[in-house]
């Protein structure tokens, strides 16, 4: 399921947008500040973010121009301004797209589907998987699902490897421990997100030559876990 990042400090209008993108089977989340958006942004997984010109704190230019610089998801930039410098602001750092308040609810879910649609026919264009991954010593094997580290293979349950995979193919991001489990378990699966903590241990203790002091797989306190490439 597709997720959406609504950075909106209008709460009326930040829930239309995410009922109505909720009817045509997307995830949306909401976060009323510069600030939240931010963390958000960079600590979780989207698909595309809607983005009000006008916030608290950091506003929509300033914000969009720090997502930019980690990220190169769509951004659909959502404001009453309508003049045209705040317009070339906006896509000179880095929106994709600008959506005038009062807007038609359905336009915006097209304009999503679009952008989404857009953004997804490039990257399976432009980035084919390579089929070994490379990081210092450590080798993984994606067509054999094998792990090596500085020549040696490692052993490496099922769960374990998709981890590290997932991890090591989002190199320098945070993920939250709850983000890794509906990643790798699924929502409908057995556990909770303490087996997440149980799996990157166990791979430290596999690719790590001191897994107290990791240089692989970074622990952000209160956050989650981050590869590091």
Excluded at 25 to 46: Q, W
Aim: charged residues 30%; proline residues 4%.
């Amino acid at each position: 399921m597709q997720k959406i990042l609504i950075i909106e400090d209008e709460q009326s209008i930040a829930e239309l947008q995410r009922d109505y993108l909720e009817v045509y089977g997307f995830t949306a989340e909401i976060a009323s500040t510069g600030e939240k958006g931010l963390e958000k942004a960079l600590t979780n997984a989207y698909d595309l973010i809607l983005l009000d010109l006008m916030l608290p704190g950091i506003d929509g230019f300033e914000l969009c121009k720090k997502i930019r610089a980690e990220l190169d998801i769509p951004i659909l930039m959502v404001t009453a301004r309508k003049e045209d410098i705040d317009k070339i602001r906006g896509f000179d750092r880095g929106a994709d797209d600008y959506i005038e308040k009062p807007f038609n609810p359905n336009e915006l879910v097209a304009r999503v589907k679009a952008h989404i649609s857009r953004y997804q026919r490039l990257i399976n264009r432009d980035s084919e998987p390579p089929q070994e991954i490379q990081i210092k010593g450590l080798v993984i094997d994606r067509h054999s699902r094998r792990v090596f580290l500085n020549g040696e293979e490692k052993i490496f349950t099922a769960k374990e490897y998709d981890l590290l995979l997932f991890l090591t193919t989002n190199p320098n991001r945070v993920f939250s421990k709850d983000h890794l489990f509906e990643r790798i378990w699924g929502y409908d699966s057995i556990g909770d997100v303490t087996t997440v903590t149980v799996h990157i241990r166990k791979i430290r203790e596999k690719i790590e030559e001191t897994p107290s002091t990791p240089t692989f797989i970074e622990t952000i306190w209160g956050v989650g876990y981050r590869f590091k490439k």
